[in-house]
């Protein structure tokens, strides 16, 4: 795959990771980790995994983000750290 | 222990960076992992042996069959253990009064229910056409499942959880998990009352109209569509249950 | 000379490392539960991200075969000269198979595609049991900040 797709890919990987863990508001937090799925599932479609990166786009960036949305508005919002 | 945290991260990231240099190098085509006669074995002889273009989907249903039974075992136990997590006793439920209830929607916004009502249907179709066509382009039925599952998710975010329960009770639900491992186990079994070993399928020729080769597709997509309907079931169920904090009742 | 070259060929490798270390922090300094299994969900991806990279091929494509390979209408010109009537003539799977060939480094290794691709299915599983706990502990203590939660613990003591 081409370097420079997958080194940018990856540093938006990091900040998306750093800021769904330092963010307080646990809705947001959600939502970036969705962004930061889909990320990884291009990332996977760049190294010719199309099954897994199909797989994540639909179980990680789909399902698993409304599950922690449901918990989130089932629970607080908010976050201390 | 913000401190031990950090300590223990740069303890382990420090070791594994150091073994990086031992790595082989970014899309070497001979690194041992490439390189092991295995997985070229999977490259080459997939389709001769199975007349399967995809070899994902053929190492997955066929030459890992038993890996892949069990981790659809373990998503119904996910399920159950969810289930058996949050629901709580009528008795519970009425004795609860810290938390104020929400009320209903009455009648949903209609720029959400229209556009839901026009999407879910191709959703379903593009879910079907998935687990179907899994043989010949990326696919198959954990992909397939999750999508059809998303599609009750989003009819119970788009009006409120009784409108999905509807079409999928939870005694509807629970059946459907049960029913894909019992087809996928069903696969197994056939298997072995024919005189084989535990889903080898080319012994299912004799009861399918097929050649021995074309028997291993056919049972491939068989074994698909029960892992599909495990994943369907499991994941409305999962979001149903979190959603609802576990009472089936209250919606988002 | 040496450094730009290992720069060049495992910066990626280096980059799972770092993204791996950011879950494992996660998990273990962050004081909210759900930012746990936010970070337990990362260190996952990180380790399956490292898995998929192993099976990368400089210059392969993705590992379904193609659509030529499997349906070679027209590359039978051989069997077309010994009988007339085979224009429209479907080759059975034997003969596909022998004229079929395949080049291992053409196509990308398979094997860790499959362990990976149930290891998310089991991924989000295991998500939806933690997320699960998280409810129940809520209703339990009112909270799900793990201090305020080891609090509520020793004063019921």
Request: aromatic share 10%.
């Amino acid at each position: 795959m081409i370097w420079a797709f997958d080194l940018i890919t990856l540093i938006f990987l990091v900040i998306t990771a750093i800021i769904s863990l330092q963010t307080k508001d646990l809705l947001s937090a959600a939502m970036i980790f969705g962004v930061y799925s889909f990320l990884m599932c291009l990332l996977w479609a760049g190294m010719a995994a199309v099954d897994v990166a199909f797989t994540e786009s639909a179980v990680g960036a789909g399902v698993s983000a409304v599950f922690l949305i449901a918990t989130v508005l089932r629970t607080t919002r908010r976050s201390s750290d | 222990m913000k401190s031990f945290a950090l300590i223990t991260v740069i303890l382990t990231g420090w070791l594994l960076l150091s073994a990086v240099s031992d790595f082989p190098s970014w899309g070497d085509t001979e690194s041992p992992a490439n390189d092991y006669r295995l997985s070229q074995h999977y490259i080459t002889e997939t389709f001769p042996e199975s007349s399967v273009p995809n070899m994902v989907t053929a190492v997955l249903a066929d030459y890992r069959g038993y890996d892949t039974m069990f981790e659809t075992v373990v998503i119904f136990v996910a399920g159950i253990a969810i289930m058996s997590i949050l629901r709580r006793k009528p008795l519970d439920y009425l004795k609860d009064t810290g938390r104020e209830t929400r009320s209903y929607k009455k009648d949903p916004d209609l720029i959400i229910d229209t556009t839901c009502r026009l999407m879910i249907p191709i959703i379903q179709l593009f879910a079907l056409y998935v687990v179907a066509h899994g043989h010949h382009s990326p696919g198959g039925g954990f992909q397939g499942g999750v999508i059809f599952g998303a599609s009750f998710i989003l009819l119970a975010l788009s009006r409120d959880l009784q409108a999905a329960q509807r079409w999928v009770p939870e005694k509807r639900v629970l059946n459907l998990a049960g029913i894909g491992i019992l087809i996928y186990s069903g696969f197994g079994f056939a298997c072995m009352i024919l005189g084989s070993n535990f889903l080898d399928y080319e012994i299912l020729h004799k009861i399918m109209p097929a050649t021995p080769v074309e028997a291993r597709s056919h049972s491939m997509l068989g074994v698909e569509i029960g892992v599909a309907f495990t994943c369907t079931a499991i994941m409305f169920s999962i979001y149903s249950n979190l959603a609802s904090n576990g009472d089936m009742k209250e919606t988002l | 000379m040496e450094l730009l070259e290992a720069l060049s060929t495992k910066f990626n490798y280096w980059i799972y490392i770092i993204i791996m270390m950011i879950g494992l922090y996660a998990m273990i300094s962050k004081n909210n539960l759900v930012k746990k299994l936010i970070g337990m969900s990362i260190f996952q991806t990180a380790i399956i991200l490292f898995y998929v990279s192993i099976g990368v091929k400089e210059g392969a494509t993705i590992p379904i075969l193609y659509h030529d390979q499997v349906h070679p209408s027209h590359g039978y010109s051989h069997h077309k000269a010994d009988t007339g009537h085979i224009e429209d003539h479907h080759p059975s799977h034997e003969e596909i198979v022998a004229n079929l060939l395949i080049e291992p480094d053409d196509f990308g290794n398979p094997l860790p595609h499959v362990l990976m691709l149930t290891a998310i299915v089991v991924g989000v599983a295991t998500l939806g049991v933690g997320l699960a706990l998280t409810q129940k502990i809520y209703r339990d203590f009112g909270s799900i900040e793990e201090s305020e939660i080891l609090e509520s613990i020793k004063s019921a003591k």
